[in-house]
């Protein structure tokens, strides 16, 4: 028990070490331990872009083909965070277009927004290679960016597409079946955890899964107001 508390009071003082360096100004008291709150100094959303699109922060940068901020509404109530880019996002420099953001794109449209009205990014900004899950480090490192978007923001509600986005902003071991469907708070924001498209796209014969996808997007809407 001792050891395990040393190593969270350590791994602690190195992240905050970390982000001091990268001019956060404080943490805030964290909701969960897999997801900093940190709340860092605000550049404008456009020189934050550019900080993205430059980040050579971890080793994702070496093979990325273009730093995939994310786009949309800067004063979106609505927030969708995936995992990371994939092949066609790291070539258009763009989230969520391709198989899987085409399905995104027709969940938002159902639930009557267009892209430009919501905002969509991913926990990383760079595609790991061979669309690997991205490490933890790789996370961290990372982190301070979707922070800021998401303070700049201010989003009201964000869907966390899938586990490691859900396990950015939710600490549970739970698995998506059972986290889905169930809204959390991060930073006093509203979190629904769904599951990814493309994991949708993986099972296309699956009704019960788009069933449940759309339940959740129903529970999104009534606390939007928006039915
Ligand atoms: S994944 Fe994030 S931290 Fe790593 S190089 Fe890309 S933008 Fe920087």
Redesign the pocket.
């Known amino acids: 028990m001792g050891n395990k508390i040393d190593k969270i009071f350590s791994d602690l003082e190195e992240r905050m070490k970390y982000f001091s360096q990268l001019g956060v100004e404080y943490l805030s008291s964290p909701v969960s331990s897999s997801a900093s709150s940190t709340i860092p100094k605000s550049p404008s959303f456009l020189s934050l872009r550019k900080d993205?699109l430059y980040?050579?922060?971890?080793s994702?940068?070496q093979e990325?083909k273009n730093?995939v901020p994310g786009e949309g509404n800067q004063e979106a109530e609505l927030m969708f965070v995936g995992e990371a880019p994939g092949h066609d996002e790291d070539v258009q420099g763009q989230p969520f277009v391709g198989r899987a953001g085409q399905l995104l794109t027709k969940i938002i449209n159902a639930m009557d927004y267009q892209r430009q009205d919501v905002f969509i990014t991913n926990v990383?900004?760079?595609r790991p290679p061979q669309n690997r899950t991205p490490y933890k480090k790789?996370i961290e490192?990372?982190a301070p960016?979707l922070l800021k978007q998401i303070q700049m923001i201010d989003p009201r509600v964000i869907v966390a597409l899938g586990k490691v986005a859900a396990d950015f902003f939710i600490d549970s071991d739970l698995s998506m079946s059972l986290l889905r469907g169930n809204f959390y708070e991060f930073q006093k924001v509203r979190i629904m955890p769904t599951f990814h498209p493309s994991y949708l796209i993986r099972n296309e014969g699956n009704r019960e899964i788009k069933k449940m996808v759309w339940e959740d997007m129903k529970k999104v809407l009534a606390v939007l107001g928006k039915k």
């Open positions: 993205i980040c050579q922060r971890c994702l940068s990325r730093a990383i900004k760079c790789e490192q990372c960016y």
